[in-house]
């Protein structure tokens, strides 16, 4: 399967469409998911178009998981979180449904459920 740049987080990148923005810089933005796992749940978006992990290119990972891992420090202390949940779905089969590229940070606290 090949990228399709005509995708949400397209837009969302170019400011044709409205987000709530936490972080940006070269690489990637940051932006809260629209449908909250948990409360603090964000998206980590590189800017670099690829259809997911399978296709993306080496430097382009290698960059976007620093800033996942700043991200992510950042979301546990903002949240006041005991962990951090890392997903990320490659496919249809996989849980997929948006088609770039992107990384969930989902805040977990101890005796707490989440919606899965
Ligand atoms: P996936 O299911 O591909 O792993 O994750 C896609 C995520 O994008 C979902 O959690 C979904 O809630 C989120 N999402 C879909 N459309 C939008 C949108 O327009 N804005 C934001 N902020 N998140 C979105």
Same mark, same amino acid.
């Given at each position: 399967?090949?990228? *399709?740049?005509?995708? /949400?987080?397209?837009?969302? &990148?170019?400011? !044709?469409? %409205?987000? #709530?923005?936490?972080?940006? *810089?070269?690489?990637? /933005?940051?932006?809260?998911? &629209?449908?909250? !796992?948990? %409360?603090? #749940? ?75």
């Amino acid at each position: 399967m090949s990228y *399709d740049p005509d995708n /949400i987080f397209t837009k969302i &990148i170019a400011g !044709e469409i %409205p987000s #709530h923005k936490v972080y940006e *810089d070269n690489v990637c /933005i940051s932006i809260m998911d &629209i449908m909250p !796992e948990a %409360p603090g #749940h964000v998206l980590v978006v590189p800017k670099q178009g690829s259809r997911n992990l399978l296709d993306a290119d080496a430097d382009t990972l290698a960059d976007v998981i620093k800033r996942v891992q700043k991200i992510g420090n950042a979301v546990k202390k903002a949240m006041n979180a005991d962990g951090i949940l890392l997903r990320q779905a490659n496919e249809e089969a996989a849980g997929q449904t948006v088609y770039h590229l992107h990384f969930h940070l989902i805040p977990c606290h101890k005796n707490v459920s989440r919606r899965d």
